[in-house]
């Protein structure tokens, strides 16, 4: 798209535009970006009336049939022994809490009838159910007020706080095990990990609330770390095992603007993987002080690549290891490239978007192929049936790739987020917001799910209640309450809002007053999206002048204040190589020659003053795309997926029949340009109603307007009799119609095979 | 094909043949069935030359960088035990030997340069390293004298011996860890397994020597075990956890008539899977021995399918669990449906032979689809890149194909046992003899095996010099050295020789005098066999009389006894559904009106009087096949394999650049009947000289002749710039021309792709 401005009678010129296309960027405050009804508010009040209450029940061990959480029962047992600690000491008395020896990474009760309520129970990081929740509650909080939750979460973050040890330490598995062994198993015991969550989760509760007990919390933790960990002298040399810290960290940073947090963060991105490594160095320094002998960890080629430690953070090209924990490191960096403005480190987290979006990425928005380490397999591993594709690690790329948006505004980051978001992350979680994918595999054949095999072990083809392990529940929980701090950047010199995503809302920038005596005005950008389904996208400007005037903007003919500013609305990459720049009008600035328009990086920038009632129109074309992997991704050979605006298409059992891998689309009737795809609005639940026998299962299907997708195709007639091998016949074929539908909304309707790339012919 | 008598002038008429068409057989005795020159005679040399020295030197823990077997270590071991026992009973003593605690599956010294002599070490199957040995020796004893060998293998058999329980006991394990234990856990610990392999090897031993002491030591362990197990009071009602016993305990009752071998077989057979199940009361018994908790093993729907104990033997019909225990089990219920004339057991191994053959085979004769349990993985699950198809449970199938031929002459068995043989069994080792595939797998990415992921660690794409758990060599050495007792079998009542396979060399029959008083005759068949790289094969009958004269065969015209007697022919199904009976012409006994024809369940009955040079012409048609799978199969949608005769066909990186998954079969060029398949004799390392650069990484390529093949195909043009994903454009084709090698000779010219089974456009 060439880079091609529109000329006009404002007065912002090209620099101006070039400037902001250069700029740094952060999202919005959470309370100065919401969202509407519409596709993401019904995602969001899933959300909030099924997920957040389910949490807090499993969090207390309140679901019936669900494997215990023990999180606030570890804290509440935190808690007592603080309590009695105070007591003892009130007493003149030395409080020596017990040592436990079995100390396992996931320790159950012996009876679970009676717990010990002074032991830790549940995995190493199962402080995080808390701060997850805390975290969803938080961002809910900011919009929808609701007093009982508020005060639920009060009474939880009470406990939590009491758990809390005087030199701030928060981690209940190591406070209630033994505080002797704190800190001398970073690589596997999560303890910085759940830091990290605490962190995210009291920023949230603090943004959207106000109130500062957790954030207090989180802010002692850190420091006691930030006090422990470093390369001074005499202090531990370590870092996460599993990252989330980095970036934790920099939201602490962020909202305290205390520049030792941040420094933690670099810290930490900067030694991981520096020789000699840390976490072979606490190996070895474990197996001394238990009298073992020391194995190293040497049966693969990069034993430390799991955790992304193989090599220091600013020589890797490659993502690898576990792709939650890649993605999350991946986030840090680029947090910590931006703020400190370190070229090597941008240069590191560009070099690794490359590797995964070029590489390493599922058409879906999935990463993290393999289900060994749920980790990045190699170049072009994209296997459908085996695929791990973790729930988690979808959310993850999102982070990153919002944070290589506030690095540098490039429209591919917001359309790799996009992608992830409304197809991976999406079909994590059922339509009835009760039941949830840690897998989300592009092609399922119940009988292989059925078989037992190890190789499908991780494939499920119902989405399952909760999790023992419950990230990515909490995890989509969290990423769907603050979608809207996806959707939008503010420039850090204030002048530019970026629309990376376009959702039903409203997003507000304050203005400052060039005038210091002047009130600043509010713009605010109310959207109406038709996104998925169609490509209309109308956004109305507000001008809120403050109380006292805004003599500083000039009047325009009306009488109406202007309000110089850059409004940048990303041009999304599935509407097609050639997308006009008339594919926005913007009324009446433009009428009035208020606007100047320049295209840069996927980006429209209107440059203008803007007054209240400015309207801008996007009519973004919405074609169905037939797509074909790089010839090097070996499992795609020969076959194609459906792509229509964000959503991934996707073929079902229950519209299709059995044996999908009989099904072929006829490319020619398709045509090159897909053109003769029918696109066809349906009610899902009505659409579920109209399939024979095999149909729904049981299940409810959820009553929901979306767009199919109906495929010129064959199916291969099998014929019963045929044995196992004989000499190849031309096949024998029916046309039929595949029907398609959003990858986001499968197996809503029963056990089922589904395929997302089917064979051509 | 239809059943169709031709008439001719002799004696033998349709029921004669009718009745040898039902008839049961066995192998011709080792000694009467010999390999000439050709394929054949050159695999059995490079077992001979290579496979057997080196293997001698295993078992002795002498092979350079190779794991210790300590095989011949353990029988020493317990040798010397026995000889203290006897030392100390001359004085009066109590012999009391020590009881090891440690009884691993797999124990190693702890100093590998000073193994305690008196300890035992290796897997808990070790034992069977010898005997798999000491089999191939008898084998190649009995058609190649070597005193060397021989001397060598008596020695090794006095140490055997020596290590031999007063009560017939025989297995180091036990005897050297405390014979307190021995028959406590047969679910794993291999005992009964170790006696099936020391039977099957002393009685090879037997015949091919005449030799008797191994022999009686193997009744003594059997005698002792029949003593131990069965129905009867006060017995154990337990059956091998890793069948073998089974087949060889058939084995030992054919060669020495004692019919309770045959009965221990019977009862092994029955009580498989009977409730209560006997592997679990085992379980449960040792937990509480050992005062442990008993953990039902439930973590799968079938917990013993692995073992083929999940139900009653006779009620099984599908193949399921490890393959090679399936197929060693099947090959003993198939003996003793057999020689028990038990119609219900007869049904059961025709009911899984057809679960196999119809829904679990591999197009290259390799089972066992799955990695996880080594085992057989659900109908139609035949995964290329991920084949598990253990070239022992492919001998396994060898052993079940030719027990259903002796149960019931039909080719399908033989067809099958043929693809097995020439496909998947010699596959399993380097064209030099000196390195060995355990899985062989019909695609074989290189970036793949080299990823270290766990999917793929199976995965070898250079076959290894020897194993730690050296299964598969020492199993391929003797079906190699006893392929001559695959090609024939003789009816029960001796009245028809069968001939299964095509392979040079010869088969004895004496034919009995109906007279008492008469000498027998011998029927010489000297066979020559273009096969596997065409169908010719000419057969000349020899009649040896022996020295009295042979009154009762009638004079023919030039003076000449004739003979009469049934010739049965194979007709394998790869030479077409059109076979003419014509491609047999039988020179001069059917000008002269003494032959009868019919062709029955795919065998050509030749039912004659023979004279000394009557001659068999075969002439097979042997064209190229271009096989599709059933649809079922979903991994060979779109996809087809070439076959030529027995050959089955792949294609090789080096033959064909890397990416094959980018190369298509031109089905329009190539033909249904594939008639533009170039069919080309080549020398395997001149084939190998003319390759480019990639080449033979170094690797020497044996020169061998074979043949190639041709075929039309377009191979997709990698455009380097394209993204990951992007619209779909009709594929940028060139025309070029696959070069397919033999399966069995893949992976002879160093590290490379490859794939049996090619896409298709």
Not at 43 to 50: S, W
Not at 62 to 90: I, L
Not at 210 to 218: I, M, S, V, Y
Not at 673 to 689: I, L, M, Q, Y
Request: glycine letters at 8%; charged letters at 25%; one cysteine or more.
């Amino acid at each position: 798209m060439a880079d091609d401005a529109h000329a006009g009678d404002g007065e912002f010129v090209s620099n101006d535009i070039a400037r902001a296309s250069s700029v740094r960027s952060r999202p919005l405050p959470l309370r100065d970006a919401t969202v509407g009804q519409g596709f993401w508010g019904d995602e969001q009040e899933l959300v909030r009336t099924q997920v957040l209450p389910f949490q807090w029940c499993a969090l207390n061990d309140n679901v019936p049939g669900a494997a215990p959480s023990y999180c606030m029962h570890n804290f509440r047992a935190a808690a007592a022994q603080n309590r009695r600690r105070t007591a003892a000491r009130s007493q003149g008395d030395r409080f020596v809490p017990p040592v436990y020896t079995d100390r396992g990474f996931n320790v159950l009760p012996d009876d679970p009838e009676r717990p010990d309520p002074d032991r830790f129970y549940g995995f190493v990081f199962q402080d995080t159910d808390f701060s997850k929740w805390i975290e969803a509650v938080g961002y809910s909080l900011a919009h929808h007020p609701d007093a009982e939750l508020e005060a639920r979460a009060d009474a939880a973050i009470d406990i939590v706080c009491a758990a809390q040890q005087e030199n701030g330490y928060l981690d209940t598995y190591y406070i209630l095990n033994g505080m002797d062994r704190h800190f001398t198993n970073l690589k596997d015991h999560h303890e910085l990990y759940c830091m990290g969550h605490l962190i995210e989760g009291a920023v949230a509760y603090y943004e959207g609330t106000g109130k500062t007990r957790l954030l207090h919390a989180a802010q002692g933790f850190a420091d006691y770390v930030a006090s422990v960990f470093g390369t001074e002298p005499g202090r531990l040399r370590g870092y996460p095992g599993h990252e989330i810290a980095e970036m934790a960290l920099v939201r602490l940073y962020e909202v305290t603007n205390e520049r030792r947090y941040l420094d933690l963060a670099a810290y930490f991105v900067d030694e991981r993987g520096r020789a000699p490594l840390y976490f072979e160095v606490e190996d070895r320094t474990r197996a001394k002080r238990e009298g073992a002998t020391y194995v190293p960890n040497d049966n693969q080629p990069m034993p430390y690549a799991y955790y992304q430690a193989h090599e220091p953070v600013v020589d890797q090209r490659e993502a690898v290891g576990h792709a939650v924990r890649a993605g999350y490191l991946y986030s840090g960096v680029a947090d910590v490239a931006r703020l400190t403005e370190n070229e090597r480190l941008a240069d590191t987290v560009r070099a690794l978007w490359r590797n995964i979006v070029d590489r390493k990425l599922y058409v879906t928005g999935g990463v993290g192929a393999t289900a060994f380490g749920e980790a990045y397999s190699y170049d072009y591993d994209l296997p459908n049936d085996l695929a791990y594709s973790e729930t988690c690690a979808a959310i993850a790329l999102v982070f990153f790739a919002r944070r290589m948006l506030e690095l540098e505004p490039k429209s591919e980051y917001a359309d790799v987020m996009e992608l992830a978001l409304y197809n991976t992350v999406l079909a994590g979680m059922a339509m009835d917001g009760k039941s949830f994918f840690y897998v989300n595999p592009l092609e399922v054949r119940t009988e292989a799910v059925r078989s037992h095999d190890a190789r499908f072990l991780h494939i499920k083809d119902v989405r399952q209640k909760w999790f023992g392990c419950a990230c990515c529940p909490p995890n989509l929980a969290r990423l769907v309450e603050s979608v809207q701090e996806y959707a939008y950047t503010l420039a850090d010199d204030g002048g530019t809002l970026f629309t990376h995503l376009y959702i039903d809302g409203m997003a507000v920038v304050h203005v400052l007053s060039k005038d210091e005596d002047d009130e600043d005005v509010a713009l605010r950008l109310e959207v109406e999206s038709g996104l998925p389904w169609n490509g209309h996208v109308r956004a109305v400007v507000h001008v809120d002048e403050g109380d006292g005037g805004a003599d500083d903007y000039g009047d325009g003919h009306d009488g109406k204040i202007s309000v110089p500013f850059i409004f940048a609305f990303r041009l999304p990459a599935w509407a097609g190589d050639q997308i006009e720049v008339a594919a926005c009008t913007t009324v009446p600035a433009e009428a009035q020659g208020r606007v100047n328009r320049r295209v840069r990086d996927g980006y429209l920038y209107l440059a203008g003053t803007w007054r209240d009632g400015d309207v801008f129109e996007f009519d973004f074309p919405m074609p169905v795309m037939m797509l074909e992997a790089n010839l090097r991704v070996s499992e795609d050979a020969g076959k194609v997926a459906f792509v229509r605006g964000p959503v991934v298409y996707c073929a079902e059992e229950c519209d299709n029949g059995s044996r999908l891998h009989c099904l072929h689309v006829d490319a020619a009737r398709v045509g090159e340009r897909a053109e003769n795809v029918t696109v066809e609005p349906f009610d899902f639940k009505a659409g579920a109603e109209a399939l024979d026998g095999k149909g729904t299962g049981g299940v409810e299907p959820v009553s929901r307007c979306m767009v199919r997708l109906r495929v010129p195709a064959w199916r291969d007639e099998v014929r019963d009799a045929k044995p196992l091998y004989s000499r190849w016949h031309p096949p024998v074929r029916r046309r039929v119609e595949a029907v398609l539908i959003p990858y986001f909304a499968w197996a809503n309707r029963g056990e089922n095979e589904m395929r997302v790339f089917l064979d051509i012919s």
